[in-house]
Each structure stands twice: as C-alpha cells, then as structure tokens.
C-alpha cells in the first residue's frame, strides 16, 4: 500500500493530475508501476484499496467532473464511499481511460515511475516471429480437423 500512496502524493503533488484524474485510476488499478530500478511500486490495486489511499491523501472531489461525473451527487458523507462510486462512474478499462493512461505514462516516467502496459495490450514482439507463428498455428488447426474426420470416419 505504501508503494501506490507514494504514486499518488508524487503525481498530486507534481501537479499533473489535472486532465489525467481517469488515467491515474486506471494505472493504479490495473497496471504495473515500478522504479527505474526494476523494484515494483505498485502490480495494481483493488478498487476499494485505491478509494481508501484517495480519502486518506484527501484528493479533490472536484476531479470526478472530468470525465463527465457530477460530485454533488455521488455519495458525499462517507468520503471512502464516494470515491469507490467516483472509479465507477469513471470507466476504468474503457478506451478513453487507456488512452488517458498511456499519455500519462511518460509524466509518470519522468518523476521516477515506469508504467507497464494496459492489461488488454499485447505483448511486444518483433514480426518477424509473429508472422512465423501464424502459419504453425493454421497447420495445428489443421491437424486438428483431420484428426477429428479420422475419428468420425471409423
């Protein structure tokens, strides 16, 4: 937990979070986060994780309008519960909060933090292998199918 506190005091306190509040979400719940070093900050957290960090560090609740959200009326008497809806209402794995994500990234990176790719994202590979397995694939699929009329057969 101290590791995605760290994050969050780092990037509120850069001034960087205007703008960026839906892709800080989803780099704090859904991608992996460490130093330069390799040492790990943070491999994602729960949602509820993350809206107890958001009212212990006490962030602005006007930063839910940035993605459309009204603060008025998201649960205001218990902060923890009010930002648990907040990561809701924002839409953590859709396209936006990936994009928002991954401009983000590179502020991140320069206060010491590497992020990792979006959970969805495929891994990077040269094309070369790419291209070669694709032909190995469709002669095990075809493998497949002749052994599957083989069975049918007897």
């Known amino acids: 937990m101290d590791g995605i506190r760290e994050l969050l005091s780092a990037i509120r306190d850069a001034g960087v979070l205007t703008g960026n509040f839906r892709g800080l979400l989803h780099i704090a719940i859904g991608r992996k986060v460490t130093r330069p070093d390799g040492s790990i900050v943070s491999a994602g957290v729960t949602w509820r994780a993350l809206s107890t960090e958001l009212k212990t560090l006490r962030f602005d609740q006007e930063l839910v309008r940035e993605y459309g959200a009204d603060p008025d009326a998201l649960t205001a008497r218990d902060r923890e519960r009010f930002w648990y809806a907040a990561i809701a209402a924002a ?64």
């Open 91 to 154: 839409k953590v794995d859709s396209a936006e909060a990936i994009e928002e994500a991954d401009k983000l990234a590179p502020k991140l990176k320069a206060l010491g933090f590497v992020v990792g790719p979006s959970p969805g994202a495929p891994s990077p590979s040269p094309k070369a292998s790419a291209t070669e397995a694709k032909p190995k694939e469709k002669e095990k699929e075809k493998d497949k199918d002749d052994k599957s009329a083989k069975k049918k057969k007897k």
